[in-house]
């Protein structure tokens, strides 16, 4: 008996990639744009839909190549319009994927890794220990599957995804390659055509790699800072020991200027009752941020179960980003939404099997998915 031989799972190739692939066969390079679009626009995954095709070249693909995409485990649609997948990614493991529409927009909220390597405090994924990384075939695939979801789209209808953001699970900027090679493709206009500046990448701060996006992409960024200061953002994100605040502005700096068009950094901060929602603290952010291009996206906290953390009253929220407008910050509040259905930032938990052992310091053993 032979053994198996493991397919090319195409979807997850960038054009350059998929014009190498076809040169390895002895074909022709335009064939990787007849495939991105078969593929991304039209969601195709079987070879025989590749009309354009002759039947011979499609008998050969089929022996060595396949287009597979996540395997869809849950979709339900929140009463506010947001629509959440559960994405599974091997036996043991599954992401989620969550679309909010808003009037034109529609923003996908994209996952990197199985969990997170990280341990920020006040963040669900974090808890849930690590897996591993996605590959790209299992990045793109999620915008490949919510895209799939609305088709065949009317005719001048509108786009159901303008906007991708990568602030699901994980850090992104640790699953370098494959989130670039990803990013690449919603960038493509043979694939999703989504305009560079709305494409973000969304980092808790990890300086080398960040510095690394800079020379290879022009997406744009979101940073994660959520306090003003060193000794109060070592408690949220543990990663800020290694590259503490000062060194991660200057980061961000050099990452804008080295854009080829103007744009803004946007800073998240998540708002924790108690713990960075005080005016001393807006006013500490006002001083620390002056002079970075950038805009100011409060998220006020997202409970979850095994979090002692609560979120702040619109009040505070509200005072919170009056100082920093006066200060002459464009700051906005993050509406919550698909919360009735934990599909709100900082609760997606998807399915880990953790390598990690963290989970087991936070997760009661009967809340943990078989
Ligand atoms: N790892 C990346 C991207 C994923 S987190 C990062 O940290 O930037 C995406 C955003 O959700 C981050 O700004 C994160 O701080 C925020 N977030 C995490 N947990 C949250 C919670 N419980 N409530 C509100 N926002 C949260
Ligand atoms: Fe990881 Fe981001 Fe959550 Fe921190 S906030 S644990 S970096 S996913």
């Not at 054009?15 to 969601?43: C, P």
């Not at 319009?81 to 599954?94: I, P």
């Not at 609305?150 to 159901?160: H, S």
């Not at 305009?195 to 960040?210: C, D, N």
Request: hydrophobic fraction near 35%; proline fraction near 5%.
């Amino acid at each position: 008996m032979t053994a198996a031989v493991e397919k090319t799972n195409l979807l997850g190739m960038p054009k350059s990639k998929l014009e190498a692939f076809f040169e390895s066969m002895g074909e022709k390079r335009f064939r990787a744009t007849q495939v991105l679009q078969w593929i991304h626009q039209r969601g195709a995954d079987d070879f025989d839909q590749m009309t354009n095709m002759s039947k011979a070249l499609r008998e050969k693909l089929k022996l060595v190549a396949e287009v597979r995409g996540p395997e869809v485990v849950y979709d339900e649609t929140s009463k506010d319009g947001t629509r959440k997948w559960v994405m599974r990614m091997d036996s043991g493991n599954s992401v989620e994927t969550v679309l909010i529409p808003d009037g034109e927009r529609g923003t996908l909220c994209v996952s990197s890794q199985i969990g997170c390597s990280l341990d920020c405090t006040f963040c669900s994924t974090g808890k849930r220990g690590f897996n591993r990384n996605l590959t790209a075939a299992e990045i793109i695939g999620q915008v490949w599957v919510a895209r799939k979801a609305f088709m065949p789209f009317e005719p001048n209808g509108d786009r159901p995804i303008t906007n991708v953001v990568m602030m699901g699970m994980g850090e992104p900027l640790l699953n370098f390659d494959n989130v670039v090679d990803a990013m690449n493709l919603m960038m493509e206009d043979l694939a999703y055509g989504i305009s560079k500046r709305r494409v973000t990448v969304s980092t808790s701060g990890v300086i080398p790699a960040l510095d690394r996006l800079g020379e290879v992409s022009d997406v744009s960024l979101a940073i994660s800072l959520h306090a003003p200061n060193d000794e109060l953002r070592n408690q949220l994100v543990p990663l800020n020991k290694k590259y503490p605040i000062a060194d991660l502005l200057a980061a961000t700096r050099r990452y804008l200027s080295g854009l080829p068009d103007k744009r803004k950094a946007t800073i998240e901060y998540t708002v924790i009752e108690n713990m960075n929602d005080q005016p001393e603290h807006a006013h500490e952010l006002a001083v620390v941020l002056r002079g970075l291009p950038c805009k100011i996206n409060l998220i006020p906290f997202n409970p979850f179960p095994e979090s002692d953390f609560r979120r702040p009253s619109m009040n505070a929220t509200r005072r919170f980003q009056k100082i920093l407008n006066e200060a002459g910050y464009i700051t906005t509040i993050r509406t919550t939404r698909g919360d009735d259905i934990d599909a709100a930032c900082g609760q997606l938990v998807g399915r880990v099997e953790d390598r990690t052992k963290r989970s087991q310091r936070y997760i009661p053993v009967q809340q943990m998915t078989p």
